[in-house]
C-alpha cells in the first residue's frame, strides 16, 4: 500500500491508500455510483470509459471476481474509489480478488478515502474532473493535475471502446447449472451498432434467437444496410453523444430505410439527435442499480440500473416522437417511441448487469417489433 490523494478540480483534496496496480496516476471526470453489488460488472462497461468511479457503498471486493461476469473484454474506468476493501473474499464462482484484477488491468484503486463526503460534493456542484497520484504529491499540484485534464465532453471515447472490425455474437445468457451456451437457432438479423455495448445486451437478445452481426462505431448506414438486417440495434457507450455528428447522420439514414430500431443509453441519445432534439449534462448523473423508472404506457414503476451523464431534452422533440418512460426521481426521459417509423428507445439499462430484471421485457418488445415489421 502507498499513500494516495486524490484531487477535484474545485480545490477538494483527500488522503487514501492505493490498493493496486503499478499505476502511479490518472485523471477523469469523477462520478459515484449507489449500487451495493455489481462492482465487476461496472468496472468492464465501456460507457465508464474516461471516468473515476467512486463506490458509495461503504465495503467494495467481498465476493471477489470472476471471469464470467465480465462485459467486455477489459476494465475500463480511469479509477476506483471505495471507503474499504476486505482482504479475504468469499464465492463459490470467484477466480482472484478485487486487487489482482485490477492490477492485472493496470487500473490504480484507492480505499480509506471519505467516499460519503466526495459524494456530498458531487450532489452539490455536479460531477467534476479529479486527479489522484500516488506518493509524496501536493494539494496544490494535485488541483492542478486535475483541471488540466480534458474535458469529456472534448473526447470521442467511443472510438476508443468500440471493436473495430464486424463480428459476430452467439452466447446466451449464463444458466444454472451449464454457464453459457451458444445459440443453436437463428429467427432474425439483427445489425448491432457497437458504440461500446456490454455482453449481457447481446446476451439477451440472442436468447431471443436473433442473429447478432455487430458492425464498428464509424460504419457507415449503407454497410449496415447491405447485410439486409431485420433490424438494427444501437448500444450503449461512453462520452457525450453530441461529439458523434458522423453516427447522428448515419442514424438518420438507418431511420427513413423503416427498419426497426431500438436503442439503449448512448444509442437512445443518438436517437434523440437524429429526431432533432439534443441532449443535455445531467448535474451529477445517473449511476446505480435502484433508479425508479416509470412506464407511461402501462403505468407499472420499474426498478433500473443506470448508467449515464446526459438525458433527451424533451422540449426539442418533435410531435411525432412519443415519450414512454420517465425517470421517477428528476422526471427526465426515459423512454420514446417514433409514431412513424418502427423505432424506439430506452435510456436506462434493461440488461441490468449490475440491478434488477424488471425492464427485460424490452427486448421482448424488439423481437416483436422486428416480427411485426416482417408481416
Given at each position: 500500500?502507498?499513500?494516495?490523494?486524490?484531487?477535484?478540480e474545485?480545490?477538494?483534496?483527500?488522503?487514501?491508500?492505493?490498493?493496486?496496480?503499478?499505476v502511479?496516476?490518472?485523471?477523469?471526470?469523477v462520478i459515484f455510483?449507489?449500487s451495493i453489488?455489481?462492482?465487476?460488472e461496472?468496472?468492464t462497461?465501456?460507457?465508464?470509459?474516461?471516468?473515476i468511479?467512486?463506490m458509495?457503498?461503504a465495503?467494495i471486493g467481498?465476493?471477489?471476481?470472476?471471469?464470467?461476469?465480465?462485459q467486455s473484454?477489459?476494465v475500463?474506468?480511469?479509477?476506483?474509489?471505495?471507503?474499504?476493501v476486505?482482504?479475504l473474499?468469499?464465492?463459490?464462482r470467484?477466480?482472484q480478488s478485487?486487487?489482482?484484477?485490477l492490477?492485472?488491468n493496470n487500473?490504480l484503486?484507492?480505499?480509506?478515502v471519505?467516499?460519503?463526503a466526495?459524494v456530498?460534493?458531487l450532489?452539490?456542484?455536479?460531477?467534476?474532473?479529479?486527479?489522484?497520484g500516488?506518493?509524496d504529491?501536493s494539494p496544490?499540484?494535485a488541483?492542478r493535475k486535475?483541471?488540466s485534464?480534458p474535458?469529456i465532453?472534448e473526447?470521442?471515447l467511443?472510438a476508443?471502446v468500440?471493436?473495430?472490425q464486424i463480428?459476430?455474437?452467439?452466447?446466451?445468457?449464463?444458466k444454472w447449472?451449464?454457464g453459457?451456451?451458444d445459440?443453436t437457432e437463428?429467427?432474425?438479423?439483427?445489425?448491432v451498432?457497437?458504440y461500446g455495448?456490454k455482453?449481457d445486451?447481446?446476451r439477451?437478445?440472442?436468447?431471443?434467437?436473433?442473429e447478432?452481426?455487430c458492425?464498428?462505431y464509424n460504419a457507415s448506414?449503407?454497410?449496415v444496410l447491405?447485410?439486409n438486417?431485420?433490424?438494427?440495434f444501437?448500444?450503449?457507450?461512453?462520452?457525450?453523444p453530441?461529439?458523434l455528428?458522423?453516427?447522428i447522420?448515419?442514424?438518420?439514414?438507418l431511420?427513413?430505410?423503416?427498419?426497426?430500431i431500438?436503442?439503449i443509453c448512448?444509442?437512445?441519445?443518438?436517437?434523440?439527435?437524429?429526431f432533432?432534439?439534443?441532449?443535455y449534462?445531467?448535474?451529477?448523473g445517473h449511476h446505480?442499480?435502484?433508479?425508479?423508472?416509470k412506464?407511461?404506457?402501462?403505468g407499472?414503476?420499474e426498478i433500473?440500473?443506470?448508467n449515464h451523464n446526459?438525458?433527451?431534452?424533451?422540449?426539442k422533440?418533435?410531435a411525432?416522437?412519443?415519450i414512454t418512460?420517465?425517470n421517477l426521481?428528476?422526471?427526465?426521459?426515459e423512454g420514446?417511441?417514433?409514431?412513424?417509423y418502427?423505432?424506439?428507445s430506452?435510456q436506462?439499462h434493461?440488461?441490468?448487469a449490475?440491478?434488477p430484471?424488471?425492464s427485460?421485457y424490452?427486448?421482448?418488445?424488439?423481437?416483436n417489433?422486428?416480427?411485426?415489421?416482417?408481416?
Open positions: 500500500m502507498e499513500k494516495v490523494i486524490l484531487a477535484l474545485d480545490g477538494h483534496f483527500f488522503y487514501g491508500w492505493s490498493f493496486s496496480s503499478p502511479k496516476e490518472t485523471g477523469g471526470e455510483n449507489t453489488t455489481g462492482y465487476q461496472i468496472l462497461d465501456p460507457s465508464y470509459k474516461g471516468q468511479v467512486v458509495t457503498a465495503e467481498n465476493y471477489g471476481i470472476n471471469p464470467e461476469d465480465d473484454d477489459r475500463w474506468v480511469n479509477g476506483f474509489v471505495v471507503k474499504d476486505p482482504n473474499y468469499s464465492n463459490y470467484a477466480t478485487l486487487k489482482e484484477y492490477e492485472k487500473v484503486g484507492i480505499f480509506g471519505d467516499t460519503r466526495i456530498r460534493i450532489r452539490t456542484k455536479g460531477v467534476m474532473k479529479g486527479y489522484i500516488v506518493g504529491i496544490a499540484e488541483v486535475a483541471r485534464i474535458d465532453s473526447l470521442n467511443v476508443e468500440s471493436k473495430p463480428y459476430k455474437w452467439t452466447q446466451k445468457s449464463w447449472p451449464d453459457y451456451q445459440q437463428f429467427h432474425y438479423k439483427v445489425a451498432l457497437d455495448v455482453r445486451i447481446l439477451l437478445l440472442a436468447d431471443r434467437n436473433l447478432l452481426v458492425f464498428p448506414a449503407e454497410e447491405s447485410i438486417p431485420d433490424g438494427i444501437l448500444s450503449n457507450g461512453p462520452g457525450d453530441a461529439v455528428t458522423y453516427q447522420q448515419q442514424i438518420k439514414k431511420i427513413a430505410s423503416e427498419k426497426p431500438f436503442g448512448l444509442g437512445h441519445q443518438l436517437l434523440s439527435w437524429a432533432g432534439s439534443r441532449t449534462k445531467l448535474e451529477f446505480g442499480g435502484n433508479h425508479p423508472v412506464n407511461l404506457k402501462t407499472r414503476v433500473t440500473a443506470q446526459y438525458a433527451t431534452d424533451e422540449s422533440l418533435p411525432d416522437v412519443e418512460h420517465i426521481n428528476d422526471s427526465t426521459v420514446m417511441r417514433h409514431k412513424n418502427p423505432v424506439f430506452i436506462h434493461p440488461e441490468a449490475p440491478g430484471h424488471d427485460f424490452i427486448f421482448d418488445e424488439f423481437y417489433l422486428i416480427k411485426e415489421c416482417k408481416k
